[in-house]
């Protein structure tokens, strides 16, 4: 097994996997670790409001990768002709092929009615699940493993699916298996979707709209 790659390498390294999963599922202990990852990440009020639900079971799978199919179809109806051509070139989960979906959810009632730090700004739990969701991914990567994060389904559908009831609801599905390689590009920069915009355009000074030429290095 090779060794885990430093952090600003991972960083880098990181993709939304889709294509390239092997077929292979993950190593459980490898799957510990990285669950153990999100598991350590800060939350408001230490509530730890995300719970993992993990699905390798090949029929729920291919239920649940119906489902993405469906709505992956009814987006692609609502795209002019040129945005059609480009998204059709795109793969946009790898439910099956991953062999791994871990289902992330988030209990904003978790800490009781008073959260330390939530008061004023409520979005701060649901920020706390996400900041989980990166570290599983950055972990992931790290352990030499593919990671895609599916969107296209019904929140209503998933939450049923994995038995989250309200005030619970998921947040993310996310696809986690060996891979035969990452790529250097990202997929929708490879596929002409979008590109990345520079560092330089994303820092402000004192006000947004206030772009400075200060390189980041000097902040």
Known sequence: MPAPLPLYETIAARRDVRAEFTGDTVDEAVLARILEAGHRAPSVGNTQPWDFVVIQDRARLDAFAEHVAERRDAFAAGLDAERRSVFDRIKIEGIRESGTGIAVTYDPDRGGAHVLGRHTVEDTGLFSAVLAIQNIWLAATAEGLGLGWVSFYGEDFLARFVGAKPPVRPIAWLCVGPVTHLHEVPDLERHGWRSRR??????????????????ASSL
Not at 207 to 215: A, K, S, T, V
């Open 198 to 215: 520079p560092l330089s355009s994303a820092i402000h000074r004192d006000r947004l709209g206030n772009n400075g030429d200060q390189p």
